[in-house]
């Protein structure tokens, strides 16, 4: 079975530091994988996907994640954090087989950024 | 142009009670996935519907039911609800659900609270 672990429901940073959000998933295949950002009140928008392309994703908003198959992570960087990018961050990965449709979610990171 | 819409943005039932939510697609996608996701939790898949049949289901019980019509929009309908149902409801439009892959896009999504 396909799954993503985010580690740290909660990050904390200062404006200008960087940013790492953790993803680490489980998949027998090659998987899909995917960041999306839920500010609040509002739906997810996609920040970035990987689908067996380049391993170094670069996405909007200067977010960028690298696909590392020997450490099954996925994790999500961004070299100078803004106020803007307080939200909940969600890593995903589509299930194997799938004809489209579904999506399983991690648990959700939590980023603050202090002035 | 117009992205996924939803209605209504907030719900408020009572036990034992059923509701419908509403789904529009963007122009053109042909899929439409539901997604629950309880506070402080990643969303979780419900069903997705392609061409008005349903492609997967999710993990919960009878009660939730959906269907898709000619124009491709969808409905989510819930019933007898329960306390644990409150959640933020979102649908998702994809182009097609045949690939082995289509970027999911989602609506703000359907607060429901359940008393």
């Known amino acids: 079975a396909q799954s993503v672990t985010q580690l740290g429901s909660h990050v904390s940073v200062s404006e200008g530091a960087l940013v790492l959000l953790r993803c680490n998933y489980s998949?027998?295949?090659?998987?899909?994988l995917f960041w999306y950002v839920q500010y609040p009140n509002q739906g997810l928008q996609l920040l970035l996907k990987?689908?067996?392309?380049?391993?170094l994703v670069k996405g909007i908003n200067g977010f960028e994640a690298e696909f590392k198959k020997s450490e099954t992570s996925f994790h999500l960087t961004k070299p100078s954090a803004h106020m803007s990018d307080a939200a909940e961050y969600f890593c995903?990965?589509?299930?194997?087989?799938?004809?489209?449709?579904?999506?399983?979610f991690g648990q959700g990171t939590e980023l603050s950024v202090k002035p | 142009d117009a992205g996924v819409t939803q209605s209504p943005t907030h719900l408020i039932k009572t036990r034992g009670q059923q509701v419908t939510l509403r789904c529009s697609p963007i122009?053109?996608?042909?899929?439409v996935s539901w997604y629950q996701q309880v506070l402080g939790q990643g969303p979780q898949f419900i069903f997705q519907?392609?061409?008005?049949?349903?492609?997967g289901r999710g993990n919960f019980p009878d009660r939730f039911s959906a269907r898709q019509f000619p124009n491709y929009s969808s409905e989510l309908n819930v019933n007898a609800l329960l306390l644990g149902d409150s959640a933020l409801y979102l649908c998702?439009?994809?182009?097609?659900?045949?690939?082995?892959?289509?970027?999911?896009?989602f609506g703000p999504g359907t607060r429901l609270t359940v008393l």
């Open positions: 519907y392609y061409e008005k049949e349903e492609r």
């Open positions: 122009s053109g996608h042909k899929s």
């Open positions: 995903a990965v589509l299930r194997s087989g799938n004809q489209g449709g579904k999506l399983i």
């Open positions: 998702a439009s994809s182009l097609e659900g045949r690939e082995p892959y289509n970027e999911q896009f």
């Open positions: 998949s027998s295949v090659p998987p899909y």
């Open positions: 990987y689908t067996s392309a380049a391993t």
